[in-house]
Every structure is written in structure tokens, then in C-alpha cells.
């Protein structure tokens, strides 16, 4: 036990604490992605989806609780990190002035919060909210989940937090899953390799594929297409 203590005290453990629970997180991000981008395929499928993740009832309230419990290990870890850095360096981590530092390595102490910001209204709106007519109606049709999503996409503040807050989290990645390899030493920080552009790539597609979903929804309620896409 003791020496599992010392491992976690030690910067080296940290590190790697903040990069194993990262890449859990960066799972299941990409699995609710997927789920996410069904709403492209219209009501029935998406509802069907948001169905069954509901059905399974203690197992997804203990998928939750893990979920949350990864959240909290690699928020604290990485703070543990933060002060431990200031403290070393008697100044706040990431303020280095180094121009060789990209601008996701320099955001990573703000985009953080504002990700956690936004997953709690993301919870308080679609996950600990049920539905009802008054916010799950599209045109005239109870679409339960998908008319929460829709509406509530569809309004310009919510759309632009939306947006606002996956471009934050696509940014926070395209230097995390980097930050993973050079924690357990297969790349440093001086040459990652192509370990960057898979870090950045990835970044991109989780902001662009999230960012795309209150886009659609308002190109097709401003364009005449809903109809469409209701049938």
C-alpha cells in the first residue's frame, strides 16, 4: 500500500493517473459520438437508441457513477499536477512563455473547467430531465428525446454554447491524447512523431462531428427540410 502511496505522490504517478482515466474518457466520448450522430438518421432511430441506454436501468446508473468517478480522479489528479508544477516552479503552470507550445497546450488549464461546465447543463438537460410535451413537441409531433435535443439546439444561445464548448474539448484532446504516450514514455515531448497528428486529428473530429449536430438541426428547421426529415 505504501508503496502504491508513493507512486500516486509522485509526479510520474500523477501523470499517469490523469492519462489512463483520460483515455477512458476519450472512449466514451467517441462511443456517445456515435450515439449523438444517429439524430442524423431521424426520431425513430435516435429514440430507439436513447431507449435503450435507458433500459438498462442499475447497470447505466453504475456506468454513470464510473463515468463520474473518472471525471473526478482526472480533474483532481491533474489539479494535484497543476499546484505541484506552480510549486516547483514558483510560478502558475502553463504561463511559460514558450513560443513552442501549441495554443491547445496553453488552453488546457481553461478548456478543462469549461468542458465540465458544460457536461453538468448537458446532464441537467437530457439526462436528468425527462421528457415532456411542452419541450419534446417538433411540429406538431411528441418526438420525446429527440424533440428535447432538437429544441433545445435549436435555440441560438444553446447552439452556440453547444459549439463553444465541444470546440473547447476538441481542443483540450488534440493535446491530452499526445500528453498520454509522452506520460508512459513512448514519445517525447520534443518528438511525438505522428502521435501529434493523430492527437490533433482526433481533436478535430470530436468538434467537428458534435458541432455538426445543432448545425443540422437548424438548417433543417430553417430550410423547409423537417418535414422531410420527419417522415
Known amino acids: ?8 505522490n509522485s509526479s510520474i504517478g500523477k501523470k499517469q493517473v490523469v492519462a489512463v482515466s483520460g483515455v477512458a474518457l476519450v472512449i466514451f466520448i467517441i462511443l456517445h459520438l456515435i450515439g449523438n450522430l444517429l439524430i442524423f438518421k431521424g ?6 437508441y436513447a431507449h435503450a441506454l435507458h433500459s438498462m436501468g442499475r447497470l447505466l ?6 463515468l463520474f468517478l473518472t471525471f473526478s480522479v482526472h480533474i483532481i489528479f491533474t489539479i494535484a499536477l497543476i499546484i505541484e508544477n506552480k510549486n516547483a516552479r514558483g510560478r502558475a503552470y502553463a504561463v511559460t512563455k514558450n513560443k513552442n507550445r501549441s495554443f491547445a497546450t496553453q488552453t488546457m488549464r481553461y478548456t478543462g473547467p469549461l468542458v465540465l461546465f458544460f457536461l453538468i447543463l448537458h446532464l441537467l438537460d437530457f439526462t436528468w430531465s425527462a421528457p415532456w410535451p411542452k419541450t419534446s413537441i417538433v411540429n406538431g409531433q411528441d418526438l420525446a428525446t429527440y424533440g428535447m435535443v432538437f429544441n433545445a439546439l435549436l435555440n441560438p444561445m444553446r447552439a452556440v454554447v453547444y459549439i463553444a464548448a465541444v470546440c473547447s474539448l476538441g481542443f483540450h484532446l488534440s493535446h491530452g491524447v499526445q500528453s498520454v504516450f509522452q506520460s508512459f514514455g513512448v514519445v517525447s515531448a520534443s518528438r511525438p512523431g505522428p502521435i501529434r497528428t ?13 458541432s455538426s449536430i445543432p448545425l443540422y438541426i437548424n438548417y433543417i428547421h430553417y430550410s423547409g427540410a423537417l418535414l422531410c426529415h420527419l417522415q
Do not use: C, D, R, W
Not at 426520431?43 to 430507439?48: D, I, K, S
Not at 493523430?198 to 458534435?210: E, H, N, P, Q, R
Open 1 to 8: 500500500m505504501s508503496t502504491f502511496k508513493t507512486y500516486l
Open 43 to 48: 426520431p425513430e432511430l435516435f429514440n430507439t
Open 61 to 66: 446508473q453504475v456506468m454513470e457513477i464510473g
Open 198 to 210: 493523430i492527437s490533433k486529428g482526433l481533436g478535430y473530429i470530436i468538434a467537428i462531428g458534435f
